[in-house]
């Protein structure tokens, strides 16, 4: 998951490590402060190795040090473009969503309300069959009872989904409250 934010905050514009961790940080609140900047660099050499960035060494500032200054390469715009499309549910767990939708309006690179409406027809679908599942006369009691775990589950889920799209809604395409 890590690696896909952090593509995610270079397809707005590159940035060093210190800046990647400052955005993330921001995106999750109370969450993000157990994000250390040693796990965003090594990220950020994996995601080198593999080719999705590049980066350069850039002048520091006189009362700075040099700084190296990280962007997608062409496979790691496409491996963002990817990952936002992807509506695979529950993989994304709840921070990893919100990230998505935080660097999809960040980086103006998808309307968040359309990832959250996609994820909620995959929920829905998901909710359906499960509870189709569950009204199986056939079905053991004791399997049942994951069944009806996994329906609750996706009810609560569609919850934070409906949630999340008011909360979008109300916000301009950068995650700003509309007309602030």
């Not at 593999?50 to 190296?68: N, Y």
């Not at 679908?125 to 329906?151: C, F, I, K, T, Y």
């Not at 934070?160 to 602030?180: F, I, M, N, Q, S």
Request: with cysteine; proline share 6%; hydrophobic share 45%.
């Amino acid at each position: 998951m890590v690696q896909d934010v952090v593509l995610a905050m270079l397809a707005k514009e590159p940035a060093h490590g210190y800046e990647l961790r400052r955005r993330l940080r921001a995106a999750l609140g109370p969450l993000g402060e157990a994000m250390n900047a040693g796990q965003i660099y090594v990220t950020l050499t994996r995601l080198g190795k593999a080719g999705l960035v590049t980066s350069q060494r850039a002048e520091g500032l006189p009362d700075r040090p040099e700084r190296r200054v990280y962007a997608l390469t062409p496979e790691g715009q496409q491996r963002v473009a990817t990952w936002l499309a992807e509506v695979n549910w529950p993989k994304p767990d709840l921070a990893e969503f919100h990230l998505k939708l935080v660097a999809a309006a960040t980086a103006r690179l998808a309307d968040p309300v359309a990832l959250v409406d996609a994820q909620r027809r995959e929920v829905l679908r998901r909710l359906r069959d499960a509870q189709r599942a569950a009204l199986d006369r056939s079905v053991d009691p004791v399997a049942g009872l994951l069944l009806e775990g996994v329906v609750l589950r996706l009810r609560a889920d569609l919850a934070w989904l409906e949630a999340c799209e008011r909360v979008w809604a109300e916000h301009d395409p950068t995650g700003r409250k509309a007309g602030a």
